[in-house]
């Protein structure tokens, strides 16, 4: 009798360590990117692709799929639903806003799917998402106006070229920039102008300040490389290559522009460990073991002086 116990004790461990290898193994990951054609988030997608591939190879993951949010809350809210009714039971989320794209997140949560946020927070994702990594914003703002006012102690007018209004990259980022640039009475502030991540709003923006303060305006501080390289571009077809301008992201078009010295600096946001090491958390989330709920991918600031190890 004992030995028929024991028996069947061992036959439903044996059945059980089955059930889990086979619930992994069926996991289908929605990678629901925040847009696929900027320069940043296609180095995050190509690394997500990279690392979920790898999953999938080793058999942790049944299968991943790429659904493209076009920087649009309401695409997101929409694909969540897409990726849910084509099989998907784990979320890694690159959120487009922090307020329109958190229905993502709490869909998630309802539904009892294990989601990582990444690079950007919704603002139910400490309350809600399993885990998230990205960078601090704030301390980005903080790099960009520190290396502003070294570059130029004596002060003068700047402007703030804004991501998308809401997400929560733009309110942490001018957050920083306010932080520092709002102790510094020999700086003042000429306008947050809504550019939305764009290159071209950007530039026409700069244009009229440019216009309107001429030699007052010393710096042009804009929340990504895109604008960042654009208006520095622009500024110095004006011959006006004295403002400073800086961003954030370490693309390679504005390394570039540092390495040559048309661009001073940028700060670098480093999206591939982000997605890499949120990624990394999907096998520990499966087997239901204890996560990091927040995970900080340092900036570094790029100049002429370290370029170099940034270039690839």
């Given at each position: 009798?004992k030995?028929?116990v024991v028996l069947?004790l061992?036959f439903?461990?044996l059945?059980?360590?089955v059930?889990?290898?086979?619930?992994?193994?069926?996991?289908?990951?929605?990678y629901?990117?925040?847009?696929?054609?900027?320069?940043?988030?296609?180095?995050?997608n190509g690394?997500?692709?990279e690392?979920?591939?790898?999953?999938?190879?080793d058999?942790?993951?049944k299968?991943w799929q790429l659904y493209d949010g076009?920087?649009?809350p309401m695409t997101?809210?929409s694909l969540?639903e897409d990726?849910?009714n084509?099989?998907?039971n784990f979320v890694?989320f690159?959120?487009?806003?922090?307020e329109?794209?958190?229905?993502v997140?709490?869909?998630c949560?309802d539904?009892g799917?294990?989601i990582?946020?990444v690079?950007?927070?919704?603002?139910?994702?400490d309350?809600l998402?399993?885990?998230?990594?990205?960078?601090d914003d704030?301390e980005?703002g903080?790099?960009?106006a520190?290396?502003?006012?070294?570059k130029?102690?004596?002060g003068g007018?700047?402007?703030?070229?804004m991501?998308?209004?809401?997400?929560?990259?733009?309110?942490?980022?001018g957050?920083?920039?306010a932080?520092?640039?709002?102790?510094n009475?020999?700086w003042e502030?000429?306008?947050d102008f809504?550019?939305?991540?764009?290159?071209?709003?950007?530039?026409?923006f700069?244009t009229?300040v440019?216009t309107q303060y001429g030699d007052?305006?010393k710096?042009?501080?804009?929340?990504?490389?895109?604008m960042?390289?654009?208006?520095?571009a622009?500024?110095?077809?004006?011959d006006r290559k004295?403002?400073?301008?800086?961003?954030?992201?370490?693309n390679a078009?504005p390394?570039?522009?540092?390495?040559?010295?048309?661009?001073?600096?940028?700060?670098?946001?480093?999206?591939?460990?982000q997605?890499?090491?949120?990624?990394?958390?999907i096998p520990d989330i499966?087997?239901?073991?204890?996560?990091?709920?927040d995970?900080m991918?340092p900036?570094t600031?790029v100049?002429?002086?370290n370029?170099?190890?940034?270039l690839?």
């Open positions: 009798m030995k028929f069947v061992a439903c461990m059945f059980s360590l059930a889990v290898a086979s619930a992994e193994s069926e996991i289908v990951v929605a629901i990117a925040k847009n696929t054609v900027d320069a940043f988030h296609a180095t995050l690394a997500a692709e690392a979920l591939d790898a999953l999938k190879e058999g942790t993951i299968d076009l920087t649009d997101q809210v969540i990726a849910i084509n099989g998907a890694v690159l959120p487009a806003e922090a329109g794209s958190a229905p997140v709490k869909r949560a539904a799917i294990p990582v946020v690079n950007s927070k919704t603002n139910n994702t309350e998402a399993n885990a998230y990594v990205g960078s704030v980005a903080e790099i960009m520190n290396y502003v006012i070294e130029l102690p004596d007018k700047y402007a703030h070229m991501g998308i209004v809401g997400n929560s990259a733009q309110i942490q980022r957050e920083g920039i932080n520092i640039m709002g102790k009475d020999k502030s000429v306008g809504a550019a939305d991540w764009s290159a071209d709003k950007a530039v026409l700069a009229d440019l007052e305006l710096a042009i501080i804009c929340d990504n490389d895109d960042s390289s654009a208006v520095q622009y500024v110095n077809s004006v004295d403002i400073v301008c800086i961003g954030v992201d370490g078009g390394l570039a522009m540092v390495k040559e010295g048309t661009l001073g600096a940028t700060v670098l946001q480093d999206g591939a460990a997605v890499k090491t949120a990624i990394a958390l499966i087997a239901k073991k204890e996560v990091e709920k995970i991918v900036f600031l100049t002429k002086d370029v170099d190890e940034y690839k």
